[in-house]
């Protein structure tokens, strides 16, 4: 009878559990990746989006006049550090049906990508009354 001995692995045998090992190793890599962009884009979206918000502020606490026509100083600027690679443009329009209404626009923007933010404000007619 013959009776063989094996010891070890043969050539396929090693060559089939490497490419196994290797797949798995490319699809846990290939997870880690993009773990790690989705933890950096949402990074990015909590900075810009605080970002606007601190911008939309300083837009909601002016008055009627200034929202008719926006100074440079409000429609356009960079942040100050340690955000300063951040830019922001504004743009504010009166409601064409309302009177008192202003559509606000806000974009801020890096290398990376925009994120846009928008508003309406109120801001009522004065009615001014003469002695």
Same mark, same amino acid.
């Given at each position: 009878?013959?009776?063989?001995?094996?010891?070890?692995?043969?050539?396929?045998?090693?060559?089939?559990?490497?490419?196994?090992?290797?797949?798995?190793?490319?699809?846990?890599?290939?997870?880690? $990746?993009?773990?790690?962009?989705?933890? &950096? @884009?949402?990074? %990015? =979206?909590?900075? !810009? +989006?605080?970002?606007?918000?601190?911008?939309?502020?300083?837009?909601?606490?002016?008055?009627?006049?200034?929202?008719?026509?926006?100074?440079?100083?409000?429609?356009? $600027?960079?942040?100050?550090?340690?955000? &300063? @690679?951040?830019? %922001? =443009?504004?743009? !504010? +329009?009166?409601?064409?049906?309302?009177?008192?209404?202003?559509?606000?626009?806000?974009?801020?923007?890096?290398?990376?990508?925009?994120?846009?933010?928008?508003?309406?404000?109120?801001?009522?007619?004065?009615?001014?009354?003469?002695?």
């Amino acid at each position: 009878m013959f009776r063989s001995v094996r010891r070890g692995f043969s050539l396929l045998e090693a060559l089939v559990a490497l490419t196994i090992v290797g797949l798995a190793a490319v699809a846990v890599l290939r997870a880690y $990746g993009g773990e790690i962009r989705s933890a &950096e @884009r949402a990074r %990015w =979206t909590i900075t !810009a +989006a605080a970002l606007a918000q601190e911008q939309l502020a300083h837009l909601r606490l002016a008055p009627r006049p200034t929202l008719d026509f926006l100074p440079d100083s409000l429609r356009r $600027g960079r942040f100050a550090p340690p955000f &300063e @690679r951040f830019t %922001w =443009t504004a743009a !504010a +329009a009166r409601v064409q049906s309302q009177r008192a209404l202003f559509d606000v626009r806000l974009q801020v923007a890096d290398s990376t990508g925009a994120l846009e933010r928008a508003a309406r404000l109120y801001r009522p007619l004065r009615l001014t009354t003469q002695p």
